[in-house]
């Protein structure tokens, strides 16, 4: 399976997830909050599974 996030992005899509400052990425099938893999942001309880997220939070950067 290729690499969707770097390590990088990983670790700035886990810190947004964890922040609290922004509504987060949540499984589509009513989980919880997804967490940020190389392979994609996955659900700890299901197999649902989200390739892609906003430049601004992979980068690490907020627009506001």
């Known amino acids: ?11 700035n899509i886990n810190k947004y ?3 609290g400052k922004f509504h987060p990425l949540t499984c ?3 989980h919880g909050n997804l967490i940020a893999t190389n392979d994609g942001l996955i659900c700890p309880e299901c197999d649902y599974r989200q390739t892609w997220v906003h430049g601004w939070i992979k980068s690490g950067e907020c627009p506001w």
């Open 1 to 11: 399976m290729p690499v969707i996030f770097t390590d990088e992005e990983v670790e």
């Open 17 to 19: 997830q964890k922040s």
């Open 28 to 30: 589509g099938n009513g």
